[in-house]
């Protein structure tokens, strides 16, 4: 038995996230398990190292599947390309030790946001960006980013979440590039929901619908019904996951 790691990129407009669900909805695991269901000897149960909701994209999705098949892994990326959709892209596939595991090995995840910042809409992005047409104080959303590194109980981000909502973000960094928001999240974990809703808050801190200090507040005293508002998915990537320990150079 072997382990094959891939790493997925894929566009998540037309897939109902990322995990199988009970009603037979499109999803990028159920796609790719088809696909392995193809090549004699792979078992086709796949195990990410994030989930993505529907409409979120993913530039680089680490998982993995065990297999008794002959397909060096160096054609694996190749044959399972020949059998995905469009939307669906496999960009590595490398052999890994058998404890090596998709989810668990996982020392941090990073997420990226995309919010486009101008008056019209998008035709070309409009799956891949939250358009917003009001003006953003920017240094109001930087300042209250800042409040939502390091370790803290992040309730008030959560959506139905029963785990533990207590998560450390190792660095939030906003920039402001071609008439776009930027903003990326790079954390221990993420809770249901998490990301989303901090860019929603946030989004409200640049409308001045709030004060920075309001996310110390959520911070000390989590409670969802007082978060902001949950942003849309198409504007989210799952950028990378890290297997080493995060270090502030990276």
């Known amino acids: 038995m072997r382990r094959v790691k891939l790493i997925l990129e894929y566009d998540g407009t037309n897939f109902s996230g990322f995990q199988v669900q009970a009603r037979g909805e499109r ?15 792979a078992k086709p149960r796949v195990v990410a190292a994030g989930r993505t909701d529907a409409g979120v994209h993913a530039l680089g999705m680490p998982v993995h599947y065990d297999t008794e098949d002959s397909v060096p892994v160096d054609k694996v990326r190749l044959a399972l390309n020949s059998l995905l959709p469009p939307d669906l892209r496999v960009l590595t596939a490398e052999e890994m030790p058998p404890e090596w595991h998709a ?6 995840r990073h997420y990226w946001y995309r919010v486009l910042n101008r008056s019209q809409p998008t035709a070309l992005e409009r799956n891949r960006v939250w358009w917003v047409p009001q003006p953003f104080d920017f240094p109001a959303i930087a300042a209250a980013a800042k409040l939502l590194e390091g370790k803290h109980d992040f309730g008030s981000f959560a959506n139905r979440e029963k785990r533990s909502t207590v998560r450390e973000l190792y660095r939030v960094l906003v920039e402001a590039s071609a008439g776009e928001l930027h903003l990326h999240f790079i954390g221990n974990g993420f809770v249901r929901g ?18 920075p200090a309001d996310i110390e507040r959520l911070l000390e005293n989590p409670n969802r019904a007082k978060g902001g508002i949950t942003a849309p998915p198409q504007g989210l990537y799952f950028v990378e996951a890290g297997y080493r320990e995060w270090e502030r150079s990276n």
């Open 27 to 41: 999803t990028v695991q159920g796609v790719l398990e088809d696909a392995l269901r193809k090549i004699p000897g």
């Open 103 to 108: 989810r668990h090995s996982a020392r941090w």
């Open 194 to 211: 998490q990301v989303r809703a901090m860019v929603g808050t946030l989004v409200e801190v640049g409308l001045k619908k709030r004060n």
